[in-house]
Structures are given as structure tokens and as C-alpha cells.
């Protein structure tokens, strides 16, 4: 098995590994990812996207996002997707995956990195523990854009 960080010429390889994690989360694309788009996703630096190949073929892949900060001068990381093939799973893919990213983002100097998971969600919490995560208490709300047809916040009522 090979980790690998996704770059700007790994499209193929790139789009087989989102097509294998929507299939790992039960939630296929409703359309394919336009070749403009992943070519972008792909160039941004802060964009870290990983693929766990075996014999060429993606069995696992990782997004996360570096997110710089306003306290101090440092990023911290963003685990936002991880996901192992149904066949593939228990055999410590997972955990190369995490360890690759934690080694990527040790060396630009960055000391943190968080994830959330779903809190019904118990395989990811074991999952997490086992590799070393510690569980914080956190609530996280979710708000669609306007762009989604959310009404605008009035500022005006104090709310």
C-alpha cells in the first residue's frame, strides 16, 4: 500500500479516489466533478488531499484543510473526510492515512490537528481513540448561504 498526497497531475488518480469515498459514505456524487474543478481543488496549497493505493487503485483517501490562524502566526488542520473501502477496512489503512497527515502537517510547523464526528457516529469514535484522538465537547451549527435560499440575518433586531 502507498499513501500519497493529491497534486495538480494525479487527476485521474484523484477522481477515482472521491468516486471510491462517495461510495464508502453511501453517498455517490450526483454528478461527476468537472475536470475545471478538481484541476482547481487539486492546485490549492491549503487544500490536503490524500489517496491509499494499492496496485494503483485508491482502497482509501482523506481531505482536509489547513486553516491559517488569528492568534498566532500557525495553521491548524482540519480532518474533514476520511474513508476505506468496505473491503479494505480493519486493516490499518485508515490510520496510515491520519499518520501521513499528521507527519505532512508536523513538518510546515503546524501543531494541531482536530476532526468532528457525527455523535451518533460510534465506528468514528472508536476509530479516533484508537489512533490517539482526544474527544472535546463541542457543539457545531450549520447554516445554509443565501446562496442556498437562506433568508438574510437582520442586524437591526439585535438577533
Request: net charge negative.
Amino acid at each position: 500500500m502507498e499513501i500519497v498526497r493529491l497534486r495538480a497531475t494525479d487527476l485521474a488518480v484523484a477522481r477515482r479516489t472521491f468516486v471510491m469515498m462517495g461510495e464508502a459514505f453511501d453517498e455517490p456524487a450526483r454528478q461527476p466533478l468537472s475536470h475545471a474543478y478538481l484541476s482547481k481543488l487539486l492546485c490549492r496549497e491549503e487544500v490536503w488531499l490524500y489517496a491509499a493505493l494499492v496496485e494503483h487503485q485508491p482502497v482509501g483517501g482523506l481531505s482536509a484543510h489547513e486553516l491559517p490562524m488569528t492568534r498566532a502566526e500557525t495553521a491548524e488542520v482540519l480532518l474533514y473526510d476520511i474513508a476505506v473501502r468496505a473491503d479494505w477496512r480493519r486493516r490499518g489503512i485508515g490510520s496510515a492515512l491520519v499518520r501521513r497527515l499528521l507527519a505532512d502537517a508536523a513538518a510546515t510547523g503546524t501543531v494541531d490537528m482536530w476532526v468532528p464526528a457525527d455523535g451518533d457516529d460510534a465506528d468514528a469514535f472508536e476509530f479516533y481513540r484508537r489512533i490517539g484522538g482526544t474527544a472535546q465537547t463541542a457543539t457545531i451549527f450549520t447554516f445554509p448561504t443565501s446562496a442556498a435560499g437562506a433568508p438574510p440575518i437582520s442586524l437591526a433586531s439585535g438577533t
